[in-house]
């Protein structure tokens, strides 16, 4: 179920959100600092309900707001808070990563390309419907499709390449993690977003490597996991020797534990 591997993503990655210190050792340090300390936020919110959304053939809206609601201070930015709490559900023309970080189910439960894209596409529009934050989305399930398919690393790596090449992107894929990490800023764009979290797919060898390669930037570190993550668990065929099992017990609800086992 590759949708876990997005729901781990943001629980382990969100240690590092807003608190890296600037001297850690990306490759050294645990893992998980402290597994008591361990939380979701809106990407594992987000995407579990639209996962509710597709499987239930329910309205994708109101089963976003409805989800969204129960859980108002797991980190929405702040028109995503104003689109959730308000009846207000028009969409605002926004290119950040929350598109992204949501769409992992529609690569996975979807097998025909163009409906899955489709439907990508959908789930951004809602909110995120400038062309960068529907390009994040569908860029992002295409690549977990891809993998579904048992394409290679570097069918992925040309596939996002092609959607951001490096005269247009300053953050192009095509750009390595030792080349960036230096002059990389936290950034909550798709743009900024997307093509990084693939490299760190693209150079890591389990899902280990993965989570530290993105601990080893400035960056929307629970995101890049959400992002990337499914695509990850599905290539590597699970978490290697993360017990990601009982991550999902302890840090979980009841409510997105059973969406998340249906």
Not at 87 to 98: F, I, L, Q, T
Request: glycine letters at 8%.
């Amino acid at each position: 179920m590759s949708v876990k591997g997005a729901v781990i993503g943001d629980i382990i990655g969100a240690q590092y959100e807003f608190s890296r210190p600037r001297d850690l050792d990306w490759e050294k340090c645990p893992l998980i600092e402290d597994p008591r300390f361990l939380y979701f936020t809106d990407d594992t919110v987000m995407t579990l309900a639209i996962k509710k959304a597709i499987l239930e053939k329910a309205d994708l809206v109101q089963t976003m707001v409805k989800i969204g609601r129960r859980y108002p201070n797991s980190g929405y930015g702040g028109q995503f808070y104003r689109w959730i709490t308000t009846d207000d559900h028009s969409p605002y023309g926004s290119w950040g990563n929350g598109s992204a970080m949501r769409v992992s189910y529609v690569g996975e439960y979807y097998d025909d390309f163009d409906i899955m894209q489709a439907k990508a596409a959908e789930t951004a529009a809602v909110s995120h419907n400038d062309i960068e934050g529907i390009k994040g989305a569908v860029v992002t399930a295409t690549c977990i499709w891809m993998v579904r398919q048992g394409k290679s690393k570097e069918e992925v790596y040309r596939y996002v390449l092609d959607q951001y090449p490096s005269d247009g992107y300053k953050f192009s894929i095509c750009r390595s993690l030792d080349e960036i990490r230096d002059e990389y800023v936290w950034s909550v764009t798709c743009m900024d977003t997307v093509p990084v979290a693939f490299r760190c797919f693209y150079e890591s060898k389990d899902y280990e490597s993965f989570m530290r390669n993105i601990f080893s930037l400035d960056c929307d570190s629970d995101t890049f996991g959400a992002v990337a993550g499914s695509a990850v668990e599905e290539y590597y065929g699970g978490f290697g020797n993360i017990d990601a099992e009982k991550i999902l017990e302890d840090v979980l609800t009841a409510d997105l534990k059973e969406i998340l086992n249906q």
